[in-house]
T-cell receptor
Framework: DTGVSQDPRHKITKRGQNVTFRCDPISEHNRLYWYRQTLGQGPEFLTYFQNEAQLEKSRLLSDRFSAERPKGSFSTLEIQRTEQGDSAMYLC??????????FGSGTRLTVV | AQRVTQPEKLLSVFKGAPVELKCNYSYSGSPELFWYVQYSRQRLQLLLRHISRESIKGFTADLNKGETSFHLKKPFAQEEDSAMYYCALQTGANNLFFGTGTRLTVIP
């Protein structure tokens, strides 16, 4: 286990299409987080899982966004009907109980 | 509401000079603060956290509750310190609020 893996690294999509990203956390980490980072900004919290339970969602996470972690292992983040404003780097992180985060390399989404 | 402010987007210092990256926060509860660093073409990683009170790569940061600050300091900057630095605040809700970051460039 070499860390948090995210797939794909880059995604270009047309406006209105749906996209799905995957995150594989460090296997012994029960907490998983999704963040979004736009140009010139720091990462912004989107949502948090403890095992398979989604415990917190940011108001940034509109109805077009949904995240799952079905077996408490990997997680997916889906964006429906993408808009140009969704273009950003989507970061996943995982942590054990003490919230010492390990981040993935991110998925860069470009909506054209 | 929580807020993390990093007033400098860019900071350049000469190698061997002292460096200070500023971070101020706003939070009504008991803050837990972190510094994260992102080197070129690498992922975001934890540099240090205030409760550890340790020095990592020569960097230290002291939480000043009176001034609501958590400035990052290093007495002698090295070229390999050039990176993007983010200050982050963790609330009781177990998520992090990040500042907008400071890009540090150490000039040889």
């Amino acid at each position: 286990d070499t860390g948090v893996s995210q797939d794909p690294r880059h995604k270009i999509t047309k406006r209105g299409q749906n996209v799905t990203f995957r995150c594989d956390p460090i296997s012994e980490h029960n907490r998983l987080y999704w963040y979004r980072q736009t140009l010139g900004q720091g990462p912004e919290f989107l949502t948090y899982f403890q095992n398979e339970a989604q415990l917190e969602k940011s108001r940034l996470l509109s109805d077009r966004f949904s995240a799952e972690r079905p077996k408490g292992s990997f997680s997916t983040l889906e964006i429906q009907r993408t808009e140009q404003g969704d273009s950003a780097m989507y970061l996943c992180a995982s942590s054990p109980r003490d919230s010492n985060y390990t981040f993935g390399s991110g998925t860069r989404l470009t909506v054209v | 509401a929580q807020r993390v402010t990093q007033p400098e987007k860019l900071l350049s210092v000469f190698k061997g000079a002292p460096v200070e990256l500023k971070c101020n926060y706003s939070y009504s509860g008991s803050p837990e603060l972190f510094w994260y660093v992102q080197y070129s073409r690498q992922r975001l990683q934890l540099l240090l956290r205030h409760i550890s009170r340790e020095s990592i790569k020569g960097f230290t940061a002291d939480l000043n509750k009176g001034e609501t600050s958590f400035h990052l300091k290093k007495p002698f900057a090295q070229e390999e310190d050039s990176a993007m630095y983010y200050c982050a605040l963790q609330t009781g809700a177990n998520n992090l609020f990040f500042g907008t970051g400071t890009r540090l460039t150490v000039i040889p």
